[in-house]
């Protein structure tokens, strides 16, 4: 029985990823490296594209790295623009020899420089006395999984591992968990606060102040929530839910060491 294409091209990206996990810092195995491309070629291509796709902006379709394709980027999506800007490929775009995820790469860089411009000081972070290791959690305070994960924050700082949390309350704004979520930022303790409030305690500011948690929210979507928590681990890969201390840091460590 043949194999069918889609599935090939999933096994392709499973195994991209996989092998990427373990491999060198991205910029030590660089893919074919990037391809010369005229102003007059790009702006020919992105009149072409925001022509029949007025909401892309003009700066999200930038060149490739294959010869005749360009990238396109659309609220976190990737596709591929052919040289004429007449078709798009719509996925991942896959260097079979070395088996990694191009597409995934860009989108690791796009979520480290996400969360260096969205700073530390917008997120409430549990962290050892001696940090090996950052890893940023997109955190509901009332799925079941962050409260466990939560339960479990001296373990991940005893293997060396900071939890920075960013919050996404997958109910949406004005919804109870967002609430929570903004009540625990006002709060005078906000560590504190946010413990309590996963343990199912009330935490109530009624004055409310300015906080992050809208930013917060949307940001997690641009980035590839898929469903909380979300670890980002600090090379910009992401871990779609719970994973308890020892397996995270061996991880981060295998990462390391390449």
């Known amino acids: 029985m043949k194999t069918s294409l889609f599935a090939l091209i999933a096994a392709l990206v499973l195994a991209g990823l996989l ?13 074919a490296g990037n391809v ?3 102003d007059a070629g790009l702006e020919a291509v992105r ?18 790295a294959i010869p005749g394709l360009y990238e396109l980027s659309q609220d976190g999506q990737y596709g591929y623009i052919t040289g004429d800007g007449r078709h798009l490929i719509d996925g991942d775009l896959i260097d079979l020899v070395t ?16 969360l260096a411009a969205l700073g530390e000081e917008n997120m409430i972070v549990f962290a050892p006395e001696k940090t090996e290791y950052a890893v940023t959690v997109f955190t509901d305070i009332d799925c079941g999984y962050c409260r466990k994960l939560h339960r479990e924050i001296e373990d991940y700082n005893a293997r060396g591992i900071a939890i920075r949390y960013a919050f996404y309350p997958r109910a949406g704004p004005n919804s109870p968990s967002f609430r929570k979520a903004e009540s625990v930022w006002c709060a005078d303790d906000r560590k504190q606060a946010l413990t309590l409030a996963k343990q199912g305690g009330d935490i109530q500011n009624e004055a ?23 670890m980002i681990l600090p090379d910009g890969e992401v871990v779609n839910g719970y994973m ?6 061996e991880r981060l460590q295998m990462k390391e060491q390449g």
């Open 19 to 31: 092998i990427t996990a373990c491999a060198p810092e991205r910029g030590s195995t660089a893919p």
């Open 208 to 230: 409310g102040c300015e906080n992050p948690v809208a930013r917060e929210y949307m940001l997690g979507a641009q980035l590839g929530l898929r469903g909380t928590p979300m």
């Open 99 to 114: 088996r990694v995820n191009l597409t995934e790469n860009k989108r690791k860089d796009v979520r480290v420089t996400e």
């Open 36 to 38: 010369a491309v005229s």
């Open 47 to 64: 009149d072409a594209v925001t022509g029949a796709l007025p909401d892309v902006k003009r700066d999200n379709v930038q060149p490739s």
């Open 244 to 249: 308890p201390a020892d397996a995270l840091a």
